[in-house]
Each structure stands twice: as structure tokens, then as C-alpha cells.
């Protein structure tokens, strides 16, 4: 079977747009940096703060299947990144409340402590942005 002309195939989430390049952009760097700050924080300090670095690598993971899905596009990359988005927002949101109300059990940061405050904020708007992206982009009958 032929494959669909490009005015017949949905439109890909990212790949394709300018806009949608740079989101790519944005969740590959936010993937290599929680991978980087977590692995560092759990190879040298981990004893220190396990929640939070555990939450840092879990953050790193999320960012990392973002990047796939966006990447990799079509309906399994749009799956994939819409969980991955999902998920992201809920933990900024649940790790950045708790955070700031028990700061005993975050005695260290983490990517999403403070709704991301140590990064200027991006990990809160970021999945907000990579989830309006793909209901706008997405495929149409």
C-alpha cells in the first residue's frame, strides 16, 4: 500500500514546525539536564536526600520519553508524549506542593521542587505548553 501523500497524513506533533521544533529542543535539554543533576546527585550524594534524587530521576525519565514521543511522532509518539506530559504536569504539581508544606522530606532539590523554581519555572510550563501543542497539532479526520 502506497504511503499517504503529505496533504492527506495527520500532522505530526513536533517534527515538521518551527514551533514544535523548539519544544523538542526545550524537552531534549530538560532530559540531559534531570539525567545529568540526577545521576551526579545519586552518585555522590544519594544517602543525603534519596527522595528527591529519586524524584530527579524520575523527572529525567519523563523528560526522556517526552523527547521520544515528540521525536518519533505518528500515534505512538503522540501516546507517548501525552502520557509523558500528563504525568509531568501532575508530579510538578505534586512535588512542588509538598515541597513547599514538608521540607523536611525534601532536605535537597529536585528538578520539580517549588513547581521548578530552580529553573526558572520551565518544568511547570513546560508540559502545560507540550500538552496544548499536542491537542492543537493533532490529527484530524
Known amino acids: 500500500m502506497a504511503e499517504p501523500s503529505s496533504a492527506t497524513r495527520p500532522r505530526d506533533a513536533a517534527i515538521g514546525t518551527g514551533p514544535g521544533r523548539v519544544l523538542l529542543l526545550v524537552y531534549g535539554i530538560f532530559a540531559l539536564s534531570a539525567s545529568a543533576r540526577a545521576g551526579v546527585q545519586i552518585a555522590t550524594k544519594f544517602h543525603e536526600a534519596p527522595l528527591a534524587y529519586l524524584l530527579s530521576a524520575a523527572a529525567a525519565v519523563i523528560y526522556i520519553a517526552a ?38 522530606a525534601f532536605p535537597d532539590a529536585t528538578v520539580w521542587s517549588g513547581y521548578g523554581s530552580g529553573y526558572g519555572y520551565v518544568p511547570l510550563v513546560l508540559p502545560m505548553v507540550g500538552l496544548w501543542w499536542l491537542w492543537r497539532n493533532r490529527p484530524r479526520p
Open 67 to 104: 523527547t521520544v514521543g515528540l521525536a518519533i511522532g505518528g500515534r505512538r509518539g503522540r501516546l507517548i508524549a501525552l502520557t509523558s506530559c500528563s504525568i509531568e504536569l501532575i508530579g510538578v504539581l505534586v512535588v512542588g506542593t509538598l515541597s513547599i508544606g514538608d521540607k523536611a
